[in-house]
T-cell receptor, first 113, second 114 residues
Framework: DQQVKQNSPSLSVQEGRISILNCDYTNSMFDYFLWYKKYPAEGPTFLISISSIKDKNEDGRFTVFLNKSAKHLSLHIVPSQPGDSAVYFCAASAEGSNYQLIWGAGTKLIIKP | GAGVSQSPSNKVTEKGKDVELRCDPISGHTALYWYRQSLGQGLEFLIYFQGNSAPDKSGLPSDRFSAERTGGSVSTLTIQRTQQEDSAVYLC????????????FGPGTRLTVL
């Protein structure tokens, strides 16, 4: 039972354009969501997070949107840069179990020059 | 400062053998996590250590898996009688308790069971 789903295994975007990565979840108890970025042969690194009391969080070129009614979140990267090419993981946690993150399978983002 | 380190980076073993994977968390981090990532899958939570509390072992897939954390620092994940389905990248992460969920990951150990 996949509680966090990233339905696109890969995404290709032109440099300078917007990248939109999507994530859906099924557990209504999730109240904290994170995006991690992973380069080959490295561990994931934290990118941005959002709690369920907000619907948007912005950090530089990265913005995460949360739609609780649709149980959907998205990560927008604008403008996309070559260094953004990586695998992006969406993760979620439920109140009272904040350390136990449930992860999506990841989306490989390729930024084309 | 130094990040989370893991060793070995790669491990190839024969089915039935035992393996030990090591994790050195960031100094001062009280929380330590083990995950594994199988091909095409998301990270799967295995075990969580927090200070001197009893670890949360709820993610360990079978009793062949065990983990220790000595002195609140270094951790070892042991897999006994390895099976081919144990092949995966095993990731360790650590966090400061009061930093919430920002976990800092090591580079992982790629385990291949032949």
């Amino acid at each position: 039972d996949q509680q966090v789903k990233q339905n696109s295994p890969s995404l290709s975007v032109q440099e300078g354009r917007i990248s939109i990565l999507n994530c859906d979840y099924t557990n209504s108890m999730f109240d904290y969501f994170l995006w991690y970025k992973k380069y080959p042969a490295e561990g994931p690194t934290f990118l941005i997070s959002i709690s369920s009391i907000k619907d948007k969080n912005e950090d530089g070129r990265f913005t995460v949107f949360l739609n609780k009614s649709a149980k959907h979140l998205s990560l927008h990267i604008v403008p996309s840069q070559p260094g953004d090419s990586a695998v992006y993981f969406c993760a979620a946690s439920a109140e009272g179990s904040n350390y136990q993150l449930i992860w999506g399978a990841g989306t490989k983002l390729i930024i084309k020059p | 400062g130094a990040g989370v380190s893991q060793s070995p980076s790669n491990k190839v073993t024969e089915k039935g053998k035992d393996v030990e994977l090591r994790c050195d968390p960031i100094s001062g981090h009280t929380a330590l996590y083990w995950y594994r990532q199988s091909l095409g899958q998301g990270l799967e939570f295995l075990i969580y250590f927090q200070g001197n509390s009893a670890p949360d072992k709820s993610g360990l897939p079978s009793d062949r898996f065990s983990a220790e954390r000595t002195g609140g620092s270094v951790s070892t994940l042991t897999i006994q009688r390895t099976q081919q389905e144990d092949s995966a990248v095993y990731l360790c992460a650590s966090s400061l308790w009061d930093e919430g969920d920002e976990q800092f990951f090591g580079p992982g150990t790629r385990l291949t069971v032949l």
